[in-house]
């Protein structure tokens, strides 16, 4: 009988330096990208960064626990404006006073991290070579307070299941939003004006924000895979089963919204960095409607999956003006009638990988179809003089994440990647049908002598033989 400690040991030791090397070479290839001088590329990688670091807390809730929640760019918001607000130089804090039309006090205006510095007698901290250090604080008590919010937030609602939970946690987060520009919190807040002048240098830095996303990803994978993460997947399968072997579901459900909160927080002081300043209009429902295009689109409950939809999402924002752009109406309807039969091509090619039966299924015939007539339509309309003019595609960008969005939901609910996830198992094809030793010491239930014995469930003849 094998000994599993001799077969795990040395497989994890083996994914912990692929894992680095791996990290190295993610390193090398942002050096090299950054030294091409492209400002828009940096930009476009910072935001990927950025909004991938709200996509995989917000995963965790609507993944992991399979609880639909739709208030994220409200805790984005609360740690956005602690961090602005305690991140601001002394020049900018002035401007603010001397405005007539800003609603905040000198109080308020005087929370920041240097004056924190300052009377605690650590004035070697308050110098321009030191503000890396005042945003990380900064950064860290936004991520503080917005998990803060979420537990309070939480509490109350996550008792509700389903649609209304969802309706709960979109009214908080638009809660959130509009009380911030009220008198109540516009001495914190300076209300619809925000802040300007937040230092840029770290959200549109690819440096901090892939180390905030790296950070983020191994914080929610190592929660993903423990005990804690096994009740949580539970939960969203099964709450009575769930509950029956003994999961607390309120505890699960705050822990997990409580650190999806925090990682929100973290996201939005990066991206007030990145933006350059906060204001209300930075935080619409708009920024939550991407990143549920980026779960949705990429595979809910996967990290890998989230990650590469927000790609998509992302590069459809930073290089899709051209879909903004005015051209004749017979070339938006040949662009129309060319994706139709890209989409016709990907279903037949996904069907052939997947070796589903039968390849070909009515969805592949209306798309093809479809594409045809639109192609000949618009190839036949100058000639037929029908159709003439141009038309200005304003808003195409969010116009085709939606209808990428309903095509998805359609044909593939699942995502692109559905909850699979990378991992060097995979990659090694190796199958994960046994608890590992560190699966054993965590959940409870593999206390049973025969489940865990060497090779598990499949060996329980052994103990009979025995």
């Given amino acids: ?56 807390s917000l995963n965790l809730v609507n993944g992991t626990l399979g609880i639909l929640s739709l208030g994220h760019h409200g805790f984005m918001l609360i740690g956005g404006y602690t961090t602005a607000l305690l991140i601001l130089s ?16 000198p109080f308020t205006v005087g929370l920041s991290i240097d004056n924190f510095f ?35 937030v939480g509490i109350p609602s996550l008792r509700l299941r389903g649609d209304y939970l969802a309706i709960v946690t979109f009214g908080f987060g638009e809660i959130i939003r509009l009380t911030a520009s009220t008198r109540i919190f516009s001495p914190i807040t300076n209300g619809a004006l925000g ?29 993903k895979y423990s005990s804690f993460g096994r009740a949580m997947e539970g939960i969203r399968e099964d709450e009575i089963a769930s509950e029956a072997m003994g999961v607390n579901l309120a505890y699960h459900k705050v822990l997990g919204f409580v650190v999806s909160s925090f990682f929100a927080g973290i996201a939005g002081g990066l991206w007030v960095s990145w933006l350059g300043g906060a204001r209300l209009d930075s935080f619409l429902f708009t920024l939550t409607f991407f990143f549920l295009v980026a779960l949705s689109v990429g595979g809910t ?7 590469l939809g927000t790609a998509l999402v992302v590069f459809v924002r930073q290089y899709g003006d051209p879909l903004e752009q005015s051209y004749l109406i017979t070339t938006w309807i040949l662009a129309i009638g060319v994706i139709l039969l890209l989409t016709a091509l990907a279903i037949y090619i996904f069907r052939t990988i997947r070796r589903s039966r039968p390849k070909i299924i009515p969805a592949f015939y209306l798309f093809l179809i479809a594409g045809v007539a639109t192609v000949v339509l618009a190839l036949l309309a100058p000639s037929l003089g029908i159709m003439q003019g141009e038309f200005r595609g304003f808003g195409m960008r969010a116009i085709f994440l939606s209808i990428l969005l309903i095509i998805i939901m359609v044909f593939r609910p699942d995502g692109m990647v559905g909850r699979a996830e990378f991992n060097w198992a995979w990659v090694f094809r190796e199958r ?9 010491k965590q959940d409870a239930w593999l206390s049973n002598p025969e489940l865990n014995r060497p090779g598990g469930a499949a060996n329980t003849s052994d103990v009979e033989e025995d």
Avoid: C
């Fill in 1 to 56: 009988m094998q000994d599993t400690k001799h077969i795990v040991q040395p497989n994890r030791n083996r994914n912990i330096l692929l894992t680095i090397f791996a990290t190295v070479l993610v390193a090398v290839a942002l050096l090299i990208l950054t030294s091409l001088g492209s400002v828009k590329l940096g930009s476009a990688l910072a935001l990927f960064a950025i909004w991938g670091i709200a996509t995989v």
């Fill in 90 to 105: 002394d020049d900018k804090r002035e401007k603010i006073l001397a405005s007539g039309r800003s609603s905040m006090t």
């Fill in 118 to 152: 300052n009377a605690i007698g650590l004035t070697a901290f308050t110098t321009d070579e030191t503000l890396w250090l005042r945003f990380l604080v900064a950064i860290l008590l936004g991520g503080l307070m917005a998990s803060v919010v979420g537990l309070i």
């Fill in 195 to 223: 802040f300007s002048g937040v230092p840029t240098e770290f959200g549109k830095s690819v440096w901090w924000t892939f180390a905030f996303l790296g950070i983020t990803i191994y914080v929610i994978s190592k929660l």
């Fill in 301 to 307: 409950g996967s990290i890998t999956g989230v990650l």
């Fill in 432 to 440: 994960l049908d046994q608890p590992t030793e560190e699966e054993r």
